[in-house]
């Protein structure tokens, strides 16, 4: 090293210098194709995470596809009871992660490891097959139950209509009515005040005639001055008499325009509604004390056209015609229960029916022990509607099984339908003799109507338990003589199945009505409940080979990247799966 003395900097130099950038860039680029290799590893490890998720989730909704058609088809339940599942699991998933038709480079590598195969939930349990049931009827149950209450109540609806209508009549003529007296009233008024006027012309025109004796030089025994007051006071009394008069005329013309158009609308609603309402309720006209009615309203609307009528004259000729010479109308209500108190009963009785159509929002707590009643009545035979295509005991009588047999399983056919023909005449029994003891006009003491009901209930009991296990349907209450049952009016009949829905409902013995449903399930068709699962569950393994992380000194970590572990410079990966029907 030389150093100049003039002060100048001098420069420094080595031998052999080359090649120190080099060996930095050497360095500098290790670095980074060991970071990038360990991103590249990490990559790769969340690629194979998220092909093996898919994988397994697809090989197990396979599995589950390979469902028992019998099962299905003849009690629209879903279970798979195939054997050899776990092989069918590997098979699918191996299936899935293997490299296309084509494809040369494989990134990952996998390797198949094994998996673990779980089936649970069986419908021998009473709360899955419950689930599979309310799944099955959540769209058929309400379809099948409105038709059969639109069935039962359609003539007790179109009934509840018709009598709305008729109301609506009843109502409309007792305004007619009140509007008829309103006249009335004003008519006798118009002839007070007609009277009074003519009273008060006749005393002005005797006052005009003394006034003219006066003036002709006559001997008049009132003063001119007072002549001249009572005379002012009279045409003040007729032009006040005069106007009351136009009053009257002109609110008794309102008034009969507003009779004649409700007259009108009364006699289109009485043609209109009731064909309109028997259209839509599908009903038969009704008869009995519905046809009464309506011929007494008809009555009663011919009456009131004939009273308006009456009240024809024009307004001119009510002004021009002396006094006394227009008919005065004081019509007498016509209109049937016109009665405060009846009214009041009836719109009470209407309401009730309102309350009793709008039910639909109670039933909805006891949903799913509807549903299950009617998949009991859909898919299970009953003695009238036999099911099943096997022939074993309990081919005719598999909801009466669930219903009858106690808590005895295995009870014999012959004691299932004895305990059945029981109950069901129990049922008759019951509603017979309310309608007798409700009913009956005789006899009137309550000990002799109670022994009277009893005894005609438990004859007619047996004979509407024969019908209904023949096959056909009886009223809701039998009575004799039928014309002594009000119920026969609304012509609503139950079947056999009918009154098997309704015990069904009253037996609130759930678990026992599931376990009865799975064990018939296994004696119509053989296939075991136990045996058959609606849940798979497990975890499937796979292993890939990793690239950089080996060679940073990774080859065995329990705690691997994303929840993975690495054994031998291999990192193994997990996906638990879990699918139901």
Same mark, same amino acid.
């Given at each position: 090293?030389?150093?100049?003395?003039?002060g100048?900097?001098?420069?420094?130099?080595?031998?052999d210098?080359?090649?120190?950038?080099?060996?930095?860039?050497?360095?500098?680029?290790?670095?980074?194709?060991?970071?990038?290799?360990?991103?590249?590893?990490?990559?790769?490890?969340k690629?194979?995470?998220?092909?093996?998720?898919?994988?397994?989730?697809t090989?197990?909704?396979?599995?589950?596809?390979?469902?028992?058609?019998?099962?299905?088809?003849?009690?629209?339940?879903?279970?798979?009871?195939?054997?050899?599942?776990?092989?069918?699991?590997?098979?699918?998933?191996k299936?899935?992660?293997?490299?296309?038709?084509?494809?040369?480079?494989?990134?990952?590598?996998?390797?198949?490891?094994?998996?673990?195969l779980?089936?649970g939930?069986?419908?021998?349990?009473?709360?899955?097959?419950?689930?599979q049931?309310?799944?099955?009827?959540?769209?058929a149950?309400?379809?099948?139950?409105?038709?059969?209450?639109?069935?039962?109540?359609?003539?007790?609806?179109?009934?509840?209509?018709?009598?709305?209508?008729?109301?609506?009549?009843?109502?409309?003529?007792?305004?007619?009515?009140?509007?008829?007296?309103?006249?009335?009233?004003?008519?006798?008024d118009?002839?007070?005040?007609?009277?009074?006027?003519?009273?008060?012309?006749?005393?002005?025109?005797?006052?005009?005639?003394?006034?003219?004796?006066?003036r002709g030089g006559?001997?008049?025994?009132?003063?001119?001055?007072?002549?001249?007051?009572?005379?002012?006071?009279?045409?003040?009394?007729?032009?006040?008499?005069?106007?009351?008069?136009?009053?009257?005329?002109?609110?008794?013309?309102?008034?009969?325009?507003?009779?004649?158009?409700?007259?009108?609308?009364?006699?289109?609603?009485?043609?209109?509604?009731?064909?309109?309402?028997?259209?839509?309720?599908?009903?038969?006209p009704? &008869?009995?004390?519905?046809?009464?009615?309506?011929?007494?309203l008809?009555?009663?609307?011919?009456?009131?056209?004939?009273?308006?009528?009456?009240l024809?004259e024009?307004?001119?000729?009510?002004?021009?015609?002396?006094?006394g010479?227009?008919a005065?109308?004081a019509?007498?209500?016509?209109?049937?229960?016109?009665?405060?108190?009846?009214?009041?009963?009836?719109d &009470?009785?209407?309401?009730?029916?309102d309350?009793?159509?709008?039910?639909?929002?109670t039933?909805?707590?006891?949903?799913?022990?509807?549903?299950?009643?009617?998949?009991?009545?859909?898919?299970?035979?009953?003695?009238t509607?036999?099911?099943?295509?096997?022939?074993?005991?309990?081919?005719?009588?598999?909801?009466?099984?669930?219903?009858?047999?106690g808590?005895?399983?295995?009870?014999?056919?012959?004691?299932?339908?004895?305990?059945?023909?029981?109950?069901?005449?129990?049922?008759?029994?019951?509603?017979?003799?309310?309608?007798?003891?409700?009913?009956?006009?005789?006899?009137?003491?309550?000990?002799?109507?109670?022994?009277?009901?009893?005894?005609?209930?438990?004859?007619?009991?047996?004979?509407?338990?024969?019908?209904?296990?023949?096959?056909?349907?009886?009223?809701?209450?039998?009575?004799?003589?039928?014309?002594?049952?009000?119920?026969?009016?609304?012509?609503?009949r139950?079947?056999?199945?009918?009154?098997?829905?309704?015990?069904?409902?009253?037996?609130?013995?759930?678990?026992?009505?599931? &376990?009865?449903?799975?064990?018939?399930?296994?004696?119509?068709?053989?296939?075991?409940?136990?045996?058959?699962?609606?849940?798979?569950?497990?975890?499937?393994?796979?292993?890939?080979?990793l690239?950089?992380?080996?060679?940073?000194?990774?080859?065995?970590l329990?705690?691997?990247?994303?929840?993975?572990r690495?054994?031998?410079?291999?990192?193994?990966?997990?996906?638990?799966?879990?699918?139901?029907?």
């Open positions: 090293m030389a150093t100049c003395l003039t100048e900097i001098s420069t420094v130099k080595y031998k210098e080359k090649g120190t950038v080099t060996i930095y860039l050497v360095i500098v680029f290790m670095a980074m194709i060991l970071f990038i290799g360990l991103f590249l590893d990490l990559a790769r490890i690629v194979a995470q998220n092909q093996l998720r898919r994988a397994a989730n090989s197990a909704r396979s599995v589950l596809a390979e469902f028992n058609t019998p099962l299905h088809n003849g009690y629209g339940l879903f279970a798979t009871n195939k054997p050899n599942r776990q092989a069918e699991l590997d098979r699918y998933v299936a899935n992660l293997s490299l296309a038709a084509g494809q040369r480079f494989d990134l990952l590598s996998f390797r198949y490891e094994g998996s673990e779980l089936l939930r069986p419908i021998a349990d009473p709360p899955v097959l419950k689930q049931i309310l799944e099955e009827m959540k769209y149950a309400p379809i099948g139950m409105a038709q059969d209450l639109l069935d039962k109540f359609k003539m007790i609806r179109g009934t509840a209509d018709s009598f709305k209508t008729l109301n609506q009549s009843r109502k409309q003529v007792r305004s007619i009515n009140d509007d008829i007296k309103r006249v009335g009233e004003i008519n006798r118009l002839k007070n005040n007609r009277e009074k006027m003519a009273r008060a012309k006749e005393s002005l025109a005797s006052l005009d005639r003394e006034s003219d004796s006066v006559g001997s008049g025994g009132t003063p001119p001055g007072q002549l001249k007051a009572q005379k002012t006071a009279l045409q003040q009394e007729i032009r006040t008499r005069k106007a009351a008069v136009d009053r009257n005329l002109a609110e008794s013309q309102e008034t009969r325009n507003e009779i004649q158009a409700k007259l009108d609308a009364l006699e289109k609603r009485q043609k209109v509604e009731p064909n309109s309402s028997a259209a839509k309720t599908g009903s038969q009704e &008869t009995g004390s519905l046809d009464g009615t309506r011929r007494s008809d009555q009663s609307v011919k009456k009131l056209k004939q009273e308006a009528a009456a024809g024009n307004r001119e000729q009510r002004r021009t015609d002396p006094p010479s227009s005065i109308v019509a007498e209500a016509v209109s049937p229960s016109s009665n405060g108190d009846v009214d009041a009963a009836v &009470t009785n209407l309401k009730l029916m309350d009793i159509f709008g039910l639909e929002g039933l909805a707590g006891l949903r799913d022990q509807l549903f299950v009643n009617e998949y009991a009545l859909a898919r299970l035979s009953y003695q509607d036999p099911k099943g295509g096997a022939e074993y005991r309990y081919k005719s009588t598999e909801v009466e099984y669930i219903l009858f047999s808590m005895s399983p295995g009870a014999s056919p012959e004691a299932v339908r004895a305990e059945a023909a029981a109950k069901i005449y129990g049922v008759r029994f019951a509603l017979d003799m309310l309608a007798y003891f409700a009913f009956s006009k005789i006899p009137e003491d309550p000990l002799l109507r109670t022994i009277y009901a009893l005894a005609m209930a438990a004859i007619d009991a047996a004979d509407d338990t024969k019908i209904l296990r023949g096959g056909g349907s009886v009223l809701i209450a039998e009575m004799r003589p039928s014309s002594a049952n009000p119920l026969a009016k609304l012509n609503i139950l079947n056999y199945k009918d009154h098997l829905r309704l015990l069904l409902l009253l037996d609130q013995d759930e678990n026992r009505k599931l &376990t009865r449903i799975a064990e018939l399930i296994e004696a119509r068709s053989g296939i075991d409940p136990g045996q058959s699962y609606t849940q798979l569950g497990g975890q499937v393994n796979v292993s890939i080979p690239w950089f992380l080996p060679l940073a000194g990774v080859q065995n329990d705690q691997g990247p994303f929840d993975t690495i054994r031998e410079g291999r990192c193994y990966i997990s996906k638990t799966v879990e699918f139901s029907y």
